[in-house]
């Protein structure tokens, strides 16, 4: 029997709502934005996961709010 565990999963928050998540396990930080049916990519930090979803976000947007669930 094989089992995924999530270690954490982090919300990213525009002005209008959910714009993406980010969830770690054990390959790395999992971008996927919101409506996406696949992730962007696997990053190696929580740092570079952030840019890279607020990189796919539209272009001038703010950087999201993330909040920890």
């Not at 996406?36 to 709010?65: E, I, N, Q």
């Amino acid at each position: 029997m094989s089992t995924t565990k999530t270690l954490a999963l982090w919300v990213a928050y525009g002005p209008n709502g959910v714009v993406g998540s980010i969830r770690h396990d054990d390959d790395g930080y999992l971008v996927t934005m919101a409506g996406s049916d696949a992730a962007t990519g696997t990053y190696p930090t929580l740092a570079s996961a952030k840019g890279a979803l607020h990189s796919h976000m539209t272009p001038g947007s703010a950087w999201p709010r993330f909040q920890e669930h």
